[in-house]
C-alpha cells in the first residue's frame, strides 16, 4: 500500500535518485494495463549476484520506497534481496528463483497478494517458502490461515522490521520443525504420527489439554494437530483450543482440528474463530491432514518419502479433486454463463444454470445435490447477496460452497459477501486458474 511504510521518525532511508518507476505511474499499474515493464523500470536488486548457497529473500511490494527500505534492511540481515512490483511479477520469480522467504505486501493493483499466497501454496515447487506478510490492511486472519507465518501491519517501525527478519530467519534456521498432536485415543495418536513422521519433523504426541498447555511453555511449535473430544483430563479441546490462542505467545500457532466429533453450527462458528482447518475424520481424511501439516510446516513435498509423496499428489491431481461435481452457475448474462460452463466441463464438471436468484433456489431445491454454486452479485430483482442469504438460511444448504461473482474489486465487496453467507468471492474478468483453485479448495473439504 502507498505511502504507509514505516512510522515516522523511526527510520530514515537515504534518497537516491528517483527510479522511473516513482516519477509518475508505477510499474505494476502498468503491469495491470498489460504493457511491459523495462528492466530500467524495476528496482536494481540482486537477482543477477546469486551464487549457490546464497540465502535469499523476495520482496513483493508496489511502493517503490518502501520495498527500497526492505531490501536495504534484507542486505544488512545478510540476504540476497528480489524485488518484484506487483503479485503476477512476484509468482513468475518465486518459481524462478527459488527464494529462501517471501515478503508479500496485500493491496496492490492486478493480482493481490492473498491470491498470491494462494498460487504459491498450490505449487509444489513453492509451498514450502515461509512468507511474511507486510501490509497496510487487515487481513492476518486470512493471511495465517492461507499459510503465512506472520503478518505485520503498516505502518511499522525498524524494530518491528528487525523482528520480521529475525522471525524468518529462525524459521528457516529450526530443522526439523516441530508439531505437536494431542489426541487422547491411543491408536489414533500412533496413527496420526506415524502418518506424519520424517526426519524434517519432530513430533511430540500427547493425550491430554494439560500435557499440551506444559509441553507449549517448554517448547515452541510450528503447529498444533487437536482432537476436539478429549476425555483424559478436565480440560476439553475446545477449551484448549480457546486458552491456545489467548496466549500471546501462541497467538499464531497454526491449529489444525482432526476429530471424529460431528460439529453442529454453533460450535463450528466457535472453532472457526480460532483454528485454521477442521477436519473431520472419515476415509479420505488423512490424506488431508498430511496435506494441511505439510503445508503450515512448510515441508518441502520432492524430500519426503514416496508412499507420503504419492498421497500428496493423488491429493493435488487437480481434475480427481473436480471431475463429475455439479455445480450450478448463477448469472443474468448468457454469455457468461455460457464461457463459465465451457471452463467447467472441460474438467468434467456437470454444470447447471440460472438466470436469476428464484430460479437458482429452484434449481437447489429439484438438484440438492449440487455440490457448489458460482453466484453473480449483481443481478436484476433479487440480486447474489440476497440469494445467498436466503440458500443459507435452508438448513441443508448452510455448507454449501457458494463462490461470489463480482464485477470488480471495490473496497468492502469481500467482507459484503462474506457477511451475505458466501464461501469466497473472485471478481469478473474470471480468471479461470483461479477459479479452478477456489472450486478444488471448496470441493475437497
Not at 501462541?250 to 471424529?260: A, F, K, Q, R
Not at 505439510?294 to 509423496?309: D, G, M, S, T, V
Amino acid at each position: 500500500m502507498r505511502g504507509r511504510g514505516l512510522r515516522c521518525g523511526s527510520w530514515l532511508p537515504l534518497t537516491p535518485t528517483p527510479l522511473p518507476a516513482e516519477r509518475g505511474e508505477g510499474a505494476a499499474e502498468q503491469r495491470v494495463r498489460g504493457e511491459e515493464v523495462s528492466v530500467e523500470e524495476r528496482l536494481p536488486d540482486d537477482r543477477n549476484v546469486i551464487k549457490e548457497g546464497d540465502r535469499t529473500v523476495m520482496i513483493v511490494e508496489d511502493d517503490v520506497n518502501f520495498a527500497r527500505i526492505l531490501l536495504d534492511m534484507a542486505r544488512d540481515k545478510g540476504y540476497k534481496g528480489v524485488v518484484e512490483l506487483d503479485g503476477e511479477a512476484g509468482l513468475t520469480a518465486a518459481r524462478e528463483v527459488r527464494p529462501d522467504a517471501i515478503t508479500l505486501d496485500i493491496d496492490m493493483p492486478g493480482m493481490d497478494g492473498l491470491q498470491v499466497l494462494d498460487r504459491l501454496k498450490r505449487d509444489p515447487e513453492t509451498r514450502h517458502v515461509p512468507v511474511h506478510i507486510i501490509s497496510g490492511v487487515e487481513q492476518r486472519r486470512e493471511g495465517l490461515k492461507a499459510g503465512a507465518i506472520a503478518y505485520l501491519e503498516k505502518p511499522v517501525s525498524k524494530e518491528a522490521l528487525d523482528s520480521a527478519f529475525a522471525r524468518i530467519s529462525s524459521f528457516i534456521d529450526r530443522v526439523p520443525k516441530n508439531l505437536l498432536v494431542v489426541e487422547d485415543n491411543e491408536t489414533q495418536r500412533q496413527s496420526i504420527v506415524e502418518l506424519i513422521a520424517h526426519d524434517d519433523v519432530d513430533i511430540t504426541a500427547l493425550a491430554s489439554a494439560e500435557e499440551a498447555l506444559t509441553k507449549l511453555q517448554e517448547k515452541h511449535f510450528d503447529c498444533m494437530v487437536l482432537d476436539l473430544g478429549l476425555h483424559t483430563g478436565d480440560m476439553s479441546g475446545f477449551d484448549l483450543l480457546e486458552k491456545v490462542k489467548s496466549d500471546p505467545e501462541n497467538h499464531d500457532l497454526p491449529i489444525i482440528i482432526y476429530t471424529g466429533k460431528e460439529l453442529t453450527a454453533e460450535e463450528e462458528t466457535r472453532i472457526k474463530k480460532y483454528a485454521e482447518t477442521i477436519i473431520l475424520k472419515d476415509v479420505k481424511s488423512p490424506e488431508r491432514l498430511l496435506d494441511e501439516t505439510a503445508l503450515f510446516l512448510h515441508r518441502i513435498e520432492a524430500k519426503l518419502p514416496e508412499q507420503k509423496r504419492k498421497m500428496l499428489e493423488h491429493l493435488h491431481d487437480a481434475d480427481s479433486v473436480v471431475s463429475g461435481k455439479a455445480i450450478l452457475v448463477v448469472d443474468d448474462d448468457v454469455r457468461n454463463i455460457f464461457s463459465l460452463t465451457s471452463v467447467l466441463e472441460d474438467h468434467g464438471m456437470v454444470v447447471r444454470f440460472a438466470e436469476n436468484g428464484k430460479q437458482a433456489i429452484e434449481q437447489l431445491k429439484k438438484n440438492p445435490s449440487i455440490d457448489a454454486v458460482l453466484m453473480d452479485v449483481m443481478m436484476p430483482e433479487m440480486d447474489g447477496y440476497e440469494t445467498t442469504k436466503v440458500i443459507r438460511g435452508m438448513e441443508q444448504f448452510r455448507a454449501l460452497p457458494i463462490i461470489a461473482l463480482t464485477a470488480k474489486a471495490m473496497k468492502g465487496d469481500r467482507e459484503k459477501c462474506i457477511a451475505a453467507g458466501a464461501s469466497d468471492y473472485i471478481t469478473k474478468p474470471v480468471d479461470t486458474e483461479q477459479l479452478l483453485s477456489l472450486l478444488r479448495v471448496w470441493l475437497y473439504r
